[in-house]
């Protein structure tokens, strides 16, 4: 299974978006709704932040938000703030329990 | 709020076994509704689905690793764990354990603070 295609970085000024693409195949993005997306900084664990394509877990703001469209999902960071600084993995699940990450996304405020 | 918390050795020898348990704390495993994974990180890298297990024993392995894998659950003391044999230097890696939520959206929502798992002479 090979991982899903994610550009190595994107940026943006404070309060601007940035969108991040995650292209896998009709096999798991394309196939199922169970997209999900998750933040990392430096030396922490990732932290969920969208799931099932376009849904927030409580507490996440919703500066964050998720789409897809054939086998690519995206995510939109709206509204950049400092914090949001970070690594960004998506994640699909593939079938017959299987899941499988994309390559990763790092995430700079300019 | 659930935290999950990895331990066990640090280093390990080519060749031999990885040995990681994961202790649950402000929820049950045996509730049901949840699979309890295990992710890993290499260097500088992406991360990796190494599989899951139910509380019930069931277990699902990532294909490219099955072969070495073995998990198991411990319900009376609410931990589960992972033992990888025959690792090379290219096992060296964060592991991580995470809560995966079955009936909602197949998603990682608790993860540990990651345990670092270096394999070398």
Same mark, same amino acid.
């Given at each position: 299974q090979?991982?899903?295609?994610?550009?190595?970085?994107?940026?943006?000024s404070?309060?601007?978006?940035?969108?991040?693409?995650?292209?896998?195949?009709?096999?798991d993005?394309?196939?199922?709704?169970?997209?999900s997306?998750?933040?990392?900084?430096?030396?922490?664990?990732?932290?969920?932040?969208?799931?099932?394509?376009?849904?927030r877990?409580?507490?996440?703001?919703?500066?964050?938000?998720?789409?897809?469209?054939?086998?690519?999902?995206?995510?939109?960071v709206s509204?950049?703030?400092?914090?949001?600084?970070?690594?960004?993995?998506?994640?699909?699940?593939?079938?017959?329990?299987?899941?499988?990450?994309?390559?990763g996304?790092?995430?700079?405020?300019? | 709020?659930?935290?999950?918390?990895e331990?066990?050795?640090?280093?390990?020898?080519?060749s %031999?076994?990885?040995?990681?348990?994961?202790?649950?704390? $402000?929820?049950?495993?045996? #509730? @049901?509704?949840? /699979?309890? !994974?295990?992710?890993? %990180?290499?260097?500088?890298?992406?991360?990796?689905?190494? $599989?899951?297990?139910y509380? #019930? @024993?069931?277990? /699902?392995? !990532?294909?490219?690793?099955?072969?070495?894998?073995?998990?198991?659950?411990?319900?009376s003391?609410?931990?589960? #764990?992972?033992?990888?044999?025959?690792?090379?230097?290219?096992?060296?890696?964060?592991?991580?354990?995470?809560?995966?939520?079955?009936?909602?959206?197949?998603?990682?929502?608790?993860?540990?603070q990651?345990?670092?798992?270096?394999?070398?002479s």
């Open positions: 090979s991982a899903l295609t994610q550009p190595p970085s994107a940026s943006g404070p309060g601007q978006s940035v969108t991040i693409s995650c292209t896998g195949t009709s096999n993005v394309g196939g199922y709704n169970y997209v997306w998750y933040q990392q900084h430096p030396g922490k664990a990732p932290k969920l932040i969208i799931y099932e394509v376009n849904k877990p409580s507490g996440v703001p919703d500066r964050f938000s998720g789409s897809k469209s054939g086998n690519t999902a995206s995510l939109t509204g950049l703030q400092g914090e949001d600084e970070a690594d960004y993995f998506c994640n699909s699940y593939v079938s017959r329990n299987n899941f499988v990450f994309g390559t996304t790092k995430v700079t405020v300019l | 709020q659930v935290q999950l918390q331990w066990g050795p640090g280093l390990v020898k080519p %031999q076994t990885l040995s990681l348990t994961c202790t649950v704390s $402000g929820g049950s495993i045996s #509730s @049901g509704g949840y /699979y309890w !994974s295990w992710i890993r %990180q290499h260097p500088e890298k992406g991360l990796e689905w190494i $599989g899951y297990i509380y #019930s @024993g069931n277990t /699902y392995y !990532s294909p490219s690793l099955e072969s070495r894998v073995i998990m198991s659950v411990d319900t003391k609410n931990l589960f #764990s992972l033992k990888l044999n025959s690792v090379t230097a290219a096992d060296t890696a964060v592991y991580y354990c995470a809560r995966t939520g079955l009936l909602t959206g197949y998603r990682f929502d608790f993860w540990g990651g345990a670092l798992v270096t394999v070398s």
